[in-house]
């Protein structure tokens, strides 16, 4: 989700080509230095990710950050 330019815009796309109720999960390393991964720097907190899904349109967005060691995720419904 990281690399993906105008996250709100590409967001409200997807969300036009999804089923009513249907459901998104975004897979994304946490903003913290892991052994893996891309540079932390260029990661997304959290907190972001949800706020484009909400900006976007989605609800429902609920929030994992403990059950990956190294990944959050985030699921949301159209």
């Known amino acids: 989700f990281?690399?993906?330019?105008?996250r709100?815009?590409?967001l409200a796309i997807l969300k036009k080509g999804m089923s009513n109720g249907g459901k998104?999960?975004?897979v994304d390393f946490k903003k913290k230095r892991t052994p893996i991964g891309p540079p932390s720097d260029i990661r997304l907190p959290?907190?972001?990710?949800e706020?484009?899904?909400y900006?976007?349109?989605f609800k429902n967005?609920?929030?994992?950050?403990t059950?990956?060691?190294?990944?959050?995720f985030v699921m949301a419904e159209k």
């Open 46 to 49: 959290i907190h972001e990710v």
């Open 61 to 65: 967005i609920e929030t994992n950050d």
């Open 8 to 10: 709100v815009e590409y």
């Open 55 to 57: 900006t976007a349109g």
């Open 2 to 6: 990281m690399y993906i330019r105008n």
């Open 67 to 72: 059950a990956l060691d190294y990944q959050y």
């Open 51 to 53: 706020e484009a899904l």
């Open 24 to 26: 998104l999960i975004i």
